[in-house]
């Protein structure tokens, strides 16, 4: 069983920046790509940002020169760092990994985001 949590979302106001993390736990022998998504209320989910464990890294068009995705391969963790933010931006953000041995994706529960102006 695997199970991924996500932290940091918060209020902040436009302008602004936050960080989120998002930490595995269970029976992980290795995790593949980590990544981040969101929904806004009344839209489909969308991809930010992916990484491979080997660094590879992809952002979605609107979220370039804003965000910066990481990972911590020995702690399992994937971050976020979100600054110069948008009313646009806010939405339910979810982490995603896809882990080895079978295990396949997992999503965590989700963390909220708002920016305000």
């Known amino acids: 069983q695997v199970q991924l949590v996500e932290s940091g979302g918060g209020l902040v106001q436009a302008g602004g920046s936050l960080r989120l993390s998002c930490a595995a736990s269970g029976s992980i022998f290795s995790i593949n790509a980590m990544g981040w998504y969101r929904q806004a209320p009344g839209k489909q989910r969308e991809l930010v940002a992916t990484i491979t464990r080997g660094g590879r890294i992809n952002y979605a068009d609107s979220v370039k020169g804003r965000f910066t995705i990481s990972r911590d391969n020995a702690k399992n963790t994937v971050y976020l760092q979100m600054n110069s933010l948008k009313l646009e931006d806010t939405a339910v953000y979810y982490c995603?990994?896809?882990?080895?041995?079978?295990?396949?994706?997992?999503w965590g529960q989700g963390t909220q985001v708002t920016v305000s102006s």
């Open positions: 995603n990994g896809d882990f080895s041995n079978g295990l396949g994706f997992y």
